[in-house]
């Protein structure tokens, strides 16, 4: 299996490309696809869109792995989110991958052992998991690589 995994937003998206190596969790690829703040939503994710099926072409995954979409109190931000996690996977539909949705709850429970664990702990341990990750990157790229973790760990072992 090989995952694309994605921190969905629409300011910015963690984006990680996973596989297993011999029963170990091996990191291809991560960044953050970023747009332009002066841009419209639309733009915006028109922008994430192309970035990201870019990301798909070259590493040519067979899953996607998301992290849902977490409402706050801001309506405005939760539909630009839900704009972009909807491009996303219909991006990732379109060549073929697998969809699994993973809670944030989830996904600290698969990395960290603890429902409740702070960005940094989050941070600690995909360091401790994938020694290849970055020492130093924005929160959303970790969460990607976290979400990649939890997709491998869920179903990576039985494809």
Same mark, same amino acid.
């Given at each position: 299996?090989?995952?694309?995994?994605?921190?969905?937003? =629409?300011?910015? @998206?963690?984006?990680?490309?996973?596989?297993?190596?011999?029963?170990?969790?091996?990191?291809?690829?991560?960044?953050? @696809?970023?747009?332009? #703040?002066?841009?419209?939503?639309?733009?915006?994710?028109?922008?994430?869109?192309?970035?990201?099926?870019?990301?798909?072409?070259?590493? #040519?995954?067979?899953?996607?792995?998301?992290?849902?979409?977490?409402?706050?109190?801001?309506?405005?931000?939760?539909?630009?989110?839900?704009?972009?996690?909807?491009?996303?996977? =219909?991006?990732?539909?379109?060549?073929?991958?697998?969809?699994?949705?993973?809670?944030?709850?989830?996904?600290?429970?698969?990395?960290?052992?603890?429902? #409740?664990?702070? #960005?940094?702990?989050?941070?600690?341990?995909?360091?401790?998991?994938?020694?290849?990750?970055?020492?130093?990157?924005?929160?959303?790229? =970790?969460?990607?690589?976290?979400?990649?973790?939890?997709?491998?760990?869920?179903?990576?072992?039985?494809?």
């Amino acid at each position: 299996m090989r995952v694309i995994s994605v921190d969905p937003g =629409y300011d910015r @998206i963690g984006v990680a490309v996973l596989e297993l190596d011999n029963g170990t969790e091996k990191l291809l690829y991560s960044s953050c @696809i970023e747009t332009n #703040k002066a841009q419209d939503l639309y733009e915006r994710i028109f922008t994430l869109g192309n970035e990201f099926e870019d990301i798909i072409k070259k590493f #040519k995954p067979d899953t996607l792995g998301i992290e849902t979409l977490f409402f706050n109190k801001n309506q405005k931000t939760a539909i630009g989110v839900a704009g972009a996690r909807g491009v996303l996977i =219909y991006v990732a539909q379109t060549h073929k991958c697998q969809i699994y949705e993973f809670g944030p709850q989830e996904i600290k429970i698969a990395v960290t052992g603890y429902g #409740k664990s702070d #960005k940094s702990a989050v941070i600690d341990m995909v360091k401790r998991l994938i020694p290849t990750a970055p020492i130093k990157a924005l929160d959303d790229e =970790y969460d990607a690589i976290a979400v990649g973790i939890t997709c491998l760990a869920h179903y990576g072992r039985t494809s």
